[in-house]
């Protein structure tokens, strides 16, 4: 998928996710974007990932850099997600270096996927995350664990260990507290989500 085409994605998962087309459309994203820093980040975003995979890799830093401050979040340009990446609100939000996520991840303030730290045992590995998955607000996934599709990870909550397909986890550390329909099953938050990029 091109850079274009991720773009319009994201822009798709954070304004208009029922597909509508034409210039309706359009005219909606540009407003959105030019008042939205949660939107602008994820754009500024896709630029310095594509930057750091080129002899530009310093510029992409510095992207990365006004997007936290116009927005709040911090991407770590090396980054790897997928697209329809969605910021509900940017404020707080960090997600590092190899963090990976599939097709529409949706993440709110104040969350942060990233590694633990030192004192650790796998202090330098990052979270991975299935299709469809939800992180609510100042919830901290760190570490090697891998969120399962269509999952969502509750406000507040810490991730300590893998979390499986289609269910809610809530707590500190967190648990299971509710099982979910698989995501397409469920008319109340089945949207299409773009292709996977083949090179994201």
């Known amino acids: 998928m091109s850079l274009l085409s ?12 029922t597909r509508r087309t034409g210039i309706g459309f359009w005219i909606w994203v540009v407003g959105k974007a030019l008042a939205a820093p949660q939107v602008q980040v994820v754009v500024l975003f896709r630029i310095a990932h ?22 709040g979040a911090e991407i770590h340009p090396d980054a790897k997600l997928a697209p329809g990446l969605a ?12 963090v990976r996520t599939g097709v529409d991840f949706r993440i709110y303030p104040g969350a942060v996927l990233g590694e633990p730290g030192r004192g650790s045992a796998d202090f ?47 707590g500190s550390p967190a648990r299971v507290i509710r099982h979910l329909l698989p995501f397409e099953q469920d008319h109340t938050r089945s949207i299409p989500a ?5 090179n994201a």
């Open 50 to 71: 594509a930057l750091a995979k080129t002899p530009l890799r310093p510029l992409s830093f510095v992207i990365r850099t006004i997007g936290l401050v116009w927005s």
């Open 124 to 170: 330098a590995k990052f979270p991975t995350f299935g299709d469809h998955v939800t992180i609510g607000a100042h919830a901290v996934v760190l570490g090697n664990v891998h969120v399962g599709n269509g999952s969502v990870v509750g406000a507040n909550s810490v991730v300590t260990k893998d979390v499986p397909d289609n269910v809610v986890v809530a």
């Open 87 to 98: 910021l509900a609100h940017s404020s707080g939000v960090m997600i590092g270096a190899e």
């Open 194 to 198: 773009p292709a996977p990029a083949e």
């Open 6 to 17: 991720t773009i319009e994605a994201d822009l798709r998962s954070n304004v208009d996710p």
